[in-house]
T-cell receptor
Framework: DTGVSQDPRHKITKRGQNVTFRCDPI?????LYWYRQTLGQGPEFLTY????????KSRLLSDRFSAERPKGSFSTLEIQRTEQGDSAMYLC???????????????FGSGTQLSVL | EDKVVQSPLSLVVHEGDTVTLNCSYE??????LLWYKQEKKAPTFLFML????IEKKSGRLSSILDKKELFSILNITATQTGDSAVYLC???????????FGKGTSLLVTP
């Protein structure tokens, strides 16, 4: 499978625990995005990486959320001290270097469904 | 604040019907409008529109943009049960890196 891969597919955790999700983008894609989607809503942008540089992080929901892409390949999204309101689908997407429009070639992974009890 | 509004939010039709999904937007520095289909989990790309009045077509699906009135429509003719999905509209601007998504239209095609 050469698409965007996310792990795990599902995560159930207790309130207050930390969770970490992983995203492996398509190999030649240097741009990586994290989105959050709740039931009945469209995806909500969280953060963006170009190679290993995190160029946009102001839309991360709180300081409990952080993301890394240390070697410019895979990325992790961590949520510390989870709350019930964090329950959502966390989607990763990647795209190749910007051409006419990078978003035309935005490929999404299948997401990690987080449930906080 | 940028806004993307889709209507209707949900729709049930019979196989063979034609449907029209709507997307209106209010954004700063518009660059493009995109349509995605979301079945189960991952949204998949359908169309990108940048110019008014030019129809994009793929099989039974087509879409057009009106930059004066700030909206786009997605048409699906001769619907099939496999068209059942959430259809997402998103707007890209020159101001940042994010796509701004609407809430989506949930389409159910019944046999």
């Amino acid at each position: 499978d050469t698409g965007v891969s996310q792990d795990p597919r599902h995560k159930i955790t207790k309130r207050g625990q930390n969770v970490t999700f992983r995203c492996d983008p398509i190999s030649e894609h240097n741009r990586l995005y994290w989105y959050r989607q709740t039931l009945g809503q469209g995806p909500e942008f969280l953060t963006y990486f170009q190679n290993e540089a995190q160029l946009e992080k102001s839309r991360l929901l709180s300081d409990r959320f952080s993301a890394e892409r240390p070697k410019g390949s895979f990325s992790t999204l961590e949520i510390q001290r989870t709350e019930q309101g964090d329950s959502a689908m966390y989607l990763c997407a990647s795209s190749p270097p910007r051409g006419a429009s990078a978003n035309e070639k935005l490929f999404f992974g299948s997401g990690t469904q987080l449930s906080v009890l | 604040e940028d806004k993307v509004v889709q209507s209707p939010l949900s729709l049930v039709v019979h196989e063979g019907d034609t449907v029209t999904l709507n997307c209106s937007y209010e954004v700063t520095n518009f660059r493009s409008l995109l349509w995605y289909k979301q079945e189960k989990k991952a949204p998949t790309f359908l169309f990108m529109l940048t110019s008014s009045g030019i129809e994009k077509k793929s099989g039974r699906l087509s879409s057009i943009l009106d930059k004066k009135e700030l909206f786009s429509i997605l048409n699906i003719t001769a619907t099939q049960t496999g068209d059942s999905a959430v259809y997402l509209c998103a707007v890209e601007t020159d101001s940042g890196y994010a796509l701004n998504f609407g809430k989506g239209t949930s389409l159910l095609v019944t046999p």
